[in-house]
């Protein structure tokens, strides 16, 4: 069965860099891309963006260009979601879904709690 | 890359029919019949309810019903049940990005 497995919750302090994994399983890695979606507290879903595991092309949010790189090892059929510079506002569960560009996610990990506290 | 608009909250009784809607723009839910519905309940993940505006996919009670026309989706929910209680997110393609709408509370009372 297909499987997103993400790494575990983490705090920052503001100023520093996050990065999230995604371990896929239960399919062929390179037919699908990665999305990543995030929800700050109480709120909704916000789009990140979303990379190609078959040639690592990525579509991003305008707002995060700059600040997120997404990639992918296909050798462990892991996607990384980065997000520097980090603010209060970041603080949100981060998920990763098997997705395609036009916005279809079947398949959701766990989500990731991001902390961005001083 | 504005979100897409959603009323705060609908709510029906069990049994019933409910309809939320969804307004984009002609860039976004007007120009792609790329719309998902996305039911989310407290601390879960979303769970992927209908895509490509009217597709179900499997295992999704046939229930749940899409439709769009020009800027505006909708999710229809017949037979309301007291599990479909939780948000609802639409999200649609816009050419390079995809945008969430804000999410709709729905109660059964």
């Known amino acids: 069965q297909v499987q997103l497995v993400q790494s575990g919750a983490e705090v920052k302090k503001p100023g520093a860099s996050v990065k999230v994994s995604c371990k896929a399983s239960g399919y062929t890695f390179t037919t699908y891309g990665i999305s990543w979606v995030r929800q700050a507290p109480g709120q909704g879903l916000e789009w990140m963006g979303w990379?190609?595991?078959?040639?690592?092309?990525?579509n991003y949010a305008q707002k995060l260009q700059g600040r997120v790189t997404m990639t992918t090892d296909t050798s462990t059929s892991t996607a990384y979601m980065e997000l520097r510079s980090l603010r209060s506002d970041d603080t949100a569960v981060y998920y990763c879904a098997r997705g395609t560009p036009s916005g279809i996610h079947l398949y959701w990990g766990q989500g990731t709690l991001v902390t961005v506290s001083s | 890359q504005s979100a897409l608009t959603q009323p705060r909250s609908v709510s029906g009784s069990p049994g019933q029919s409910v309809t939320m809607s969804c307004t984009g723009t002609?860039?976004?839910?007007?120009?792609?019949?790329?719309v998902s519905w996305y039911q989310q309940h407290p601390g879960k993940a979303p769970k992927l309810m209908i895509y490509?505006?009217?597709k179900r996919p499997s295992g999704v009670p046939n229930r749940f019903s899409g439709s769009k026309s020009g800027n505006t989706a909708s999710l229809t929910i017949s037979g309301l049940q007291a599990e479909d209680e939780a948000d609802y997110y639409c999200?649609?393609?816009?050419?390079?990005?995809?945008?969430f709408g804000g999410g709709t509370k729905l109660t059964v009372l």
């Open positions: 990379i190609s595991a078959y040639n690592g092309n990525t």
């Open positions: 999200c649609s393609y816009a050419g390079s990005y995809v945008v």
């Open positions: 490509d505006v009217s």
């Open positions: 002609s860039s976004d839910v007007g120009s792609y019949n790329y």
